[in-house]
């Protein structure tokens, strides 16, 4: 692939983390101190994108494999985007922001699939080629975080419109990517052919359906982070949260190379339990630190992220890959992104929302704050009681499963 293409696929993925990284993290916190949401209704708004995650194969499957070019898919939901967003930023109540911050999250959440797509298809060599180009999606994520941390917009509705602005001049970018029409007939759609009957016959071993299930299940106290992080941060007094949270993308490029030394030494399965304590263990720094003294334990929470994403997810990933049929990776993969990132992201939306309301104080002039030790102590217990069940039930009955090259590890994708 010529240096030129790869730097066009580098600025799409720059743009596409870009345009989720500079709302997502911070809408808890504009929905919280701004428009006063309760938490029910804030673990509600941040769960849009896993129902977008859940039908987004669906879509995938029926638009982008059968109709249209996926350049032209892409521009498209980018600039329905872009309008959705803007009507979102602008409203002060939660039915109308949950209705078009969902209708978002249907278009955006296709996208994730669809650049990749689009980017193997320019590729001869995926295995060395993408990790470079998919580095520079983590890249926009950091720059969105330390963007909106510095200038202070965490509380307000600018995040919001700053992501429609960039989905403006993603959509237009778009139309300049190459030509990428569908390689399928359009022919009736299957539920068979989103998840082929070879994929679902996976989990008929043990051990495959025990990892699926624990993958479900540790997703659930995994919202507690991505939804209410940034709002904790934020009420305890920590000073430019969003760009602070960025630290936890910075380790996770770390941890992504050190991936294949552990992987020799621990192997799957203590790679996905390592995952999970480092889950429990980030609650509990959370838990007990704060802006003052604890800063550090505030500090360390984020920085696990790198070990509590890439150990858990990036291996998980890894050994779907090896348990599936060489011919229906991609479509094992759909199933685990739908599993997880879907369906254990939005039963954890609800619980989250609900456990933060739990522990709701009002005060003066109808602010509201939270105990925060008792909420990161339901998350740190839901973490370590998955933990429990996957250590003394998992086996893993795949030979080279404690083996994974480079090469392996950067084909997949990170966050």
């Known amino acids: ?15 596409q983390y870009f345009i989720w990284g500079v709302w997502y993290v911070t809408l808890g916190t504009w929905l919280g101190q701004s428009l006063r949401f309760t938490g029910a209704q804030i673990g509600l708004v941040a769960g849009t994108t896993a129902i977008g995650a859940i039908v987004s194969p669906f879509l995938v499957g029926l638009i982008a494999d059968r ?61 060395t080629e993408f990790g470079p180009i998919r580095v520079l999606g983590t890249g926009g994520w950091i720059v969105a975080g330390l963007l909106i941390g510095t200038l202070r917009l965490e509380a307000t ?42 994929v679902r016959q996976l989990f008929k071993e043990r051990s495959f359906a025990i990892f699926v299930l624990a993958s479900f299940l540790i997703c659930v106290p995994l919202q507690f982070y991505y939804a209410f992080t940034n709002l904790f941060l934020n009420e305890v007094g920590v000073k430019n949260a969003a760009g602070k949270m960025t630290g936890g993308q910075m380790s996770e490029l770390l941890c992504m190379l050190l991936i294949p030394w552990f992987f020799r030494r621990l192997g ?7 995952g999970m304590l480092a889950w429990t263990l980030r609650y509990m720094l959370f838990a007990y630190g704060n802006s003052g003294s604890g800063m550090w334990m505030l500090w360390l929470g984020i ?22 049929p060489i011919a229906l990776r991609a479509a094992a993969q759909g199933m685990i992104t739908l599993i997880t990132y879907g369906a254990g992201m939005l039963v954890g939306s609800w619980l989250s929302g609900h456990v933060v309301d739990l522990y709701a104080r009002s005060e003066a002039q109808g602010i509201v704050t939270h105990e925060w030790r008792s909420i990161w102590m339901v998350a740190a217990g839901c973490s370590a009681a998955v933990l429990l069940l996957f250590f003394f039930t998992f086996r893993d009955t795949y030979e080279q499963a404690n ?12 966050i």
């Open 1 to 15: 692939m010529k240096k030129l293409m790869k730097t066009r696929l580098a600025l799409m993925m720059f743009l």
């Open 67 to 127: 109709l249209f070019a996926t350049q032209k898919v892409l521009a498209a939901v980018h600039g329905l985007g872009a309008v959705l967003l803007f009507l979102a930023s602008s409203q002060v109540r939660f039915g109308p922001v949950y209705v078009l911050v969902l209708l978002y999250a249907l278009c955006y959440m296709p996208t994730l699939a669809l650049t990749n797509s689009l980017s193997f298809r320019q590729m001869s060599d995926p295995k």
């Open 157 to 198: 509705a600018i995040p919001m419109r700053l992501a429609g602005a960039a989905s403006i001049l993603m959509a237009l970018y778009c139309l300049t990517l190459p030509d990428t029409p569908p390689l399928m007939k359009a022919t009736q759609f299957r539920m068979s052919d989103v998840f082929p009957v070879e």
């Open 268 to 274: 799957v399965k203590y790679m996905l339990i390592a």
């Open 303 to 324: 920085l696990l992220h790198g070990i509590c994403y890439d150990f858990f997810f990036v291996t998980g990933q890894i050994y779907v890959d090896r348990k599936a």
């Open 403 to 414: 083996v994974a090259s480079q090469s392996e590890v950067e084909t997949v994708v990170s």
